[in-house]
């Protein structure tokens, strides 16, 4: 199985806040996560690997992630802005320099 | 820091015909360099990579690239294209010590017609 993300869609209002979950492939250690829209195009948000942050991309502080043990990722947006309606997407590599594969994405729309 | 640019927004051949998608880079040390595929609703999908081996890189679909150094360019090209090339293309280049932070490129559209 491929890397898989819930839920696929999401509707919020603006204030509120969203948590959106990633599983890797089964073995792969390193996880990140990107943001895409039509205005700015894919970027990155943040990249974990053994549980631990080792990258972080240029998002304000609303953006935060996580890694649990089973390598399995989480990443959490508080107090909803507009812009922040987005496809997100993660992927997962064996290890940071293998090259990643991506899961479908989570689209959010906030209102 | 790392970055990529495409040099077309959108390209347009005929189904058969070549495919020539460009991409130039910037780094400041010897880069890892990929082309990935988003086909409409649907995921990001690795085309093919290149790593310091060998300079022309073979991919899935019959896709390639070749890495120049002194050209700081990495196209992708394919010699006929299928309908089912359709999609968005993007020239992608990873970050120093980790191929887990990607740095996108702006995209290129790509429309196959009849």
Known sequence: AGVTQSPTHLIKTRGQQVTLSCSPISGHRSVSWYQQTPGQGLQFLFEYFSETQRNKGNFPGRFSGRQFSNSRSEMNVSTLELGDSALYLCASSLHRLNEQFFGPGTRLTVL | ?114
């Open chain 2, 1 to 114: 820091a790392q970055s990529v640019t495409q040099l077309d927004s959108h390209v347009s051949v005929s189904e058969g015909t070549p495919v020539l998608l460009r991409c130039n880079y910037s780094s400041s040390y010897s880069p890892s360099l990929f082309w990935y595929v988003q086909h409409p609703n649907k995921g990001l999908q690795l085309l093919l990579k290149y790593t310091s081996a060998a300079t022309l890189v073979k991919g899935i679909n019959g896709f390639e690239a070749e890495f120049k150094k002194s050209e700081t360019s990495f196209h992708l090209t394919k010699p006929s294209a299928h309908m089912s090339d359709a999609a968005e293309y993007f020239c992608v280049v990873s970050d120093a010590g980790t191929a887990s932070k990607l740095t996108f490129g702006t995209g290129t559209r790509l429309q196959v017609t009849l």
